[in-house]
């Protein structure tokens, strides 16, 4: 069975940074999208960034410029990269992603515990 594991969040002032890392557990191929999202108080989930298994990449407007997405496809890990952080940034992130078994069944959409990520001014 897979599972998504988080790790990276943690308290940081204004204009500092952050790692956020997420391993797919289990033997499988690489998964397909991985992305993170994540949800502030009061707020619905966002979208924050998501990556192709050949690399291709998309931001939120809100984070373009600032957080960077990636990946290592041999551990089957997704990494962000947090500059420049805004309080606005506050917010749970989840790790998301989705793939195959080597049998071909799909596994998901899978979505990790969360991480707290919170930015004080």
């Known amino acids: 069975q897979v599972q998504l594991v988080e790790s990276g969040g943690g308290l940081v002032q204004a204009g500092g940074s952050l790692n956020l890392s997420c391993a797919a557990s289990?033997?499988?191929?690489?998964?397909?999208?991985m992305g993170w999202y994540r949800r502030a108080p009061g707020k619905t989930r966002e979208l924050v960034a998501t990556?192709?298994?050949?690399?291709?990449?998309n931001y939120v407007d809100s984070v373009k410029g600032r957080f960077t997405i990636s990946r290592d496809n041999a551990k089957n890990m997704v990494f962000l990269q947090m500059n420049s952080l805004k309080p606005e940034d506050t917010a749970v992130y989840y790790c998301n992603a989705d793939g195959r078994y080597y049998s071909g069944i799909r596994w998901g959409p899978l979505w990790g515990q969360g991480t707290q990520v919170t930015v004080s001014s």
């Open positions: 289990g033997i499988i191929p690489s998964p397909n999208a």
């Open positions: 990556i192709t298994s050949g690399g291709s990449t």
